[in-house]
């Protein structure tokens, strides 16, 4: 199973991205899909996820309103559209994908088994 993230780029303040994380390999049925992010030296943190089970939407507080996760079964692509970007949401995005995410564990990384490489996003001031 292999997970890659595309998207990212330089972008000003206001301004929007959409990142794409497509999956190939192996056919696995995902109980939660998820993207995270790691800014210049901090730890790495939850951001969005996507439960299979009734399509439920997660949001760290800070994008809320802001981001939204989705995902196009048919092209095996999750997707997360930034818009309002602002210079701290600045970090490398990862996409994860999981087999047997369970709720308490959707804004974890543990609660994940695959990830993808990466995309960088900058956010000028």
């Known amino acids: 199973v292999q997970l890659q993230a595309s998207g990212g780029g330089f972008v000003q303040t206001g301004g929007s991205l959409r990142l794409s994380c497509t999956t190939s390999?192996?056919?696995?049925?995902?109980?939660?899909m998820g993207w995270f992010r790691q800014a210049p030296g901090k730890d790495r943190e939850f951001v969005a996820a996507?439960?299979?089970?009734?399509?439920?939407?997660y949001y760290e507080d800070s994008v809320k309103g802001r981001f939204t996760i989705s995902k196009d079964s048919a092209k095996n692509t999750l997707y997360l559209q930034m818009n309002s970007l602002k210079p701290e949401d600045t970090a490398v995005y990862f996409c994860?994908?999981?087999?047997?995410?369970?709720?308490?564990?959707?804004?974890?990384?543990?609660?994940?088994?695959?990830w993808g490489q990466g995309t960088k996003v900058t956010v000028s001031s």
């Open positions: 390999g192996r056919a696995v049925s995902y109980a939660a």
């Open positions: 994860a994908a999981g087999v047997g995410t369970i709720l308490s564990s959707i804004r974890i990384q543990r609660g994940y088994d695959y």
């Open positions: 996507l439960r299979r089970s009734g399509g439920y939407t």
